[in-house]
């Protein structure tokens, strides 16, 4: 079965850049369609980026529009997220998350939560001075 594990969150300045990875082992990712959620304390959980089995499709979150690029590394089977101009509200506990077939709603701009069921533990992105 597949699993995946985020790394790569850290603390930073405001402005700063970081960049996540959600590695995948027992199945390559290239079967599934990737997303990146994020939940920060009192909200609810967020759908950030998501990527197309074929890798040929992502779509953002508006606020992460210009900041944020999903991409993917098919010989280490991880997708990264890269992360830059950092803001606070960026603060959250981020998530990998992977939708089994790759046909999923990211095909048409939606990220969906319920149509992924292999999660990683989260990896935390603090954003202050």
């Known amino acids: 079965q597949l699993q995946v594990a985020e790394t790569g969150g850290d603390l930073v300045q405001p402005g700063g850049s970081l960049r996540l990875s959600c590695v995948g082992s027992?199945?390559?990712?290239?079967?599934?369609?990737i997303a990146w959620f994020r939940q920060a304390p009192g909200k609810e959980r967020q759908g950030v980026a998501c990527m197309s089995s074929s890798g040929g499709h992502t779509i953002y979150e508006d606020s992460a529009k210009g900041r944020f690029i999903i991409s993917r590394d098919k010989i280490k089977n991880t997708v990264y997220l890269q992360m830059s101009g950092l803001k606070p509200d960026d603060t959250a506990l981020y998530y990998c998350?992977?939708?089994?077939?790759?046909?999923?709603?990211?095909?048409?701009?939606?990220?969906?939560?319920?149509?992924?069921?292999?999660w990683g533990q989260g990896t935390q992105v603090t954003v202050s001075s």
């Open positions: 027992g199945d390559s990712l290239e079967f599934f369609g």
């Open positions: 998350a992977a939708e089994r077939g790759g046909r999923g709603s990211c095909l048409v701009d939606e990220i969906v939560l319920h149509e992924y069921t292999y």
